[in-house]
């Protein structure tokens, strides 16, 4: 199993920016499909984009489309989530993960602790 340590999380003022790191071991990343989450108080997880190695594609939900862009730098084996005009809704714990399609793999585990963002308005 992949083992994920998210990082990079941070208060910052609406339309601001952050990005957030997503360190793996124990596999390789540049190869399989990953994916972010978030989670916000008293809500559920819920998807926010993924990288698609097979497609050569990304996915985004519909309200971060043009704000968000994961990536991902095989040579360090991390996933980043670059989050730009960040909005209040935006607060939440966001979290890593393998994915298929918009969830988590089967087999992924358990998740991570997640790097917490919080966006004043």
């Known amino acids: 199993q992949v083992q994920l340590v998210e990082s990079g999380g941070g208060l910052v003022q609406a339309g601001g920016s952050l990005r957030l790191s997503c360190a793996a071991s124990?596999?390789?990343?540049?190869?399989?499909?990953m994916g972010w989450f978030r989670q916000a108080a008293g809500k559920e997880r819920e998807f926010v984009c993924g990288i698609y190695w097979t497609a050569r594609s990304t996915v985004y939900t519909d309200s971060v489309k043009g704000r968000f862009a994961i990536s991902r730098d095989n040579a360090k084996n991390t996933v980043y989530l670059q989050m730009n005009s960040l909005k209040p809704e935006d607060t939440a714990r966001y979290y890593c993960a393998v994915v298929r399609g918009t969830r988590p793999a089967p087999g992924f585990g358990s998740w991570g602790q997640g790097t917490q963002v919080t966006v004043s308005s």
């Open positions: 124990g596999r390789t990343v540049g190869n399989i499909d």
